[in-house]
């Protein structure tokens, strides 16, 4: 049973039943349930109405306004209803939990396996907080043995959606294993990679995705705005970008950690700005990339004060493990890490430093002038030793990985671990007092 028969409805209903399920599109529209009952799709998308003409002949799928009377024996019911914004903004989940009810009042006299699978587009813990409470209320039976819950997320473009349907970047799965595993064999004709995840994490990819796809059409096009005016073929330059698959369009740089710095991205970011603003351009998303990045930074700095304070605040040491802005380098020029070291110390903290790649006396040029600046007491808190760096530390702020790091962590068991890579282990994520920066 496939609920709602919008743009991710429709073709959902219909490539399933085209691939061998036989699927019954439920929709409250009678314009839309008439529509697709006389073979016609209820939405304009390239190549769907041969596909609906096809499902329809055959019988694999037909379309109701109510399910109530079919669903006591169906396998799977599938949500794709709209998830609207409301005025203020959230989600409406209105017609969400009417179908859920809906779903649950139907179920609730069968003892038949049942999953139901949320398309629709959610708030991370709307499944386990809205849709789990409303189908075991309404259906009054329990979620987890013959009645499962799963989300799964649909990455469709309208103009394009039955080709985005059968050739999807992955197929995206959170729930229980035999959720799991329901959804796998509903969509195994499927020719690509399943990523079975968390539900909350399910629901979040989506967002993150539809977040990112906005990101790349402002950026774009608040570059071209500028470029327009420096005569610059902004196509062009936008071709040649987007065939860097090793920096540009890749995960390069999508990883949740700490802020961006170093010699070349704060400078070149504000160079741009620059330029902008002596050409009378506003570039407001740009623009916010640097606020956003030193937000960060006293984010970091006030979570460890906070954590500090949390312990009685006696104990004022702070380790904090990696001072260059990259690992395997020694280049502290614009590091966030400098910056969160200055913010401590200026807060009265008693910082010690260690980093196995910066050596003060190495350093020269630029980079021997931004700390001689920034933290010009730098030879008194540097420590040659991880170990003794974090020695008697009420906070250990990690932002370089390694082995030796790892362990020399795991030795001190500081109570508090503040993880600004995300790469340090099991071993370290099991600590008491584990915090990951982003997660």
Not at 123 to 134: M, R
Not at 136 to 161: I, K, N, W, Y
Not at 240 to 263: K, T
């Amino acid at each position: 049973m496939v609920f709602g028969l919008g743009y991710v409805g429709s073709v959902t209903a219909t490539c399933l039943a085209v691939r061998g399920h036989r699927v019954v599109g439920v929709d409250p529209d009678r314009v839309k349930v008439a529509a697709l009952g006389a073979g016609r799709p209820p939405v304009i998308e390239p190549g769907l109405d041969e596909l609906v003409a096809d499902a329809i002949g055959t019988g694999a799928l037909t379309a109701v306004g109510s399910a109530h009377d079919r669903l006591a024996h169906a396998d799977v019911s599938i949500v794709c209803v709209g998830t609207p914004s409301a005025p203020n903004g959230s989600t409406d989940l209105r017609q969400l939990t009417r179908v859920i009810s809906e779903i649950g009042s139907a179920l609730g006299g069968s003892d038949h396996p049942h999953t139901v699978v949320i398309r629709s587009t959610v708030p991370p813990g709307t499944v386990e907080d809205v849709v789990v409470s409303q189908l075991e209320l309404s259906s009054g039976r329990g979620v987890g043995t013959d009645l499962q819950v799963a989300m799964c997320p649909e990455f469709l473009r309208e103009g394009s959606s039955v080709a985005d349907f059968f050739h999807p970047p992955f197929l995206v799965v959170g729930g229980s294993s035999a959720a799991v595993a329901t959804v796998r064999e509903l969509f195994g004709f499927l020719d690509c990679a399943v990523h079975a995840v968390s539900i909350r994490s399910a629901e979040s990819i989506k967002f993150a995705g539809n977040a990112f796809h906005a990101l790349k059409v402002a950026f774009t096009n608040e570059l071209a705005r500028l470029y327009r005016t420096l005569d610059v073929d902004s196509r062009q330059v936008m071709d040649v970008f987007v065939r860097d698959r090793q920096l540009n369009v890749s995960p390069a740089y999508l990883r949740p950690g700490f802020a961006f710095g170093g010699s070349c991205l704060p400078k070149d970011l504000r160079g741009l700005l620059h330029l902008a603003r002596m050409n009378c351009v506003d570039l407001p998303v740009l623009d916010a990339v640097l606020v956003s990045n030193d937000m960060l930074v006293r984010d970091v700095a006030e979570r460890i004060l906070r954590g500090v304070d949390a312990r009685g605040g006696e104990n004022r040491r702070v380790a904090l493990i990696g001072l260059a802005f990259k690992q395997q380098t020694d280049d502290l020029r614009e590091s966030p890490n400098v910056a969160l070291a200055e913010i401590l110390i200026g807060k009265g903290l008693d910082v010690r430093i260690h980093d196995p790649v910066v050596n003060p006396t190495r350093l020269s040029g630029a980079n021997l002038r931004h700390v001689q600046k920034r933290l010009p007491h730098l030879h008194r808190v540097l420590y040659d030793d991880v170990a003794e760096a974090l020695d008697g530390a009420a906070v250990a702020v990690v932002g370089s990985t390694g082995p030796d790091v790892a362990a020399a962590v795991v030795a001190a068991r500081p109570p508090l671990v503040l993880d600004l890579d995300g790469r340090l282990g099991a071993e370290v994520e099991c600590l008491a007092g584990y915090e990951g920066v982003g997660w």
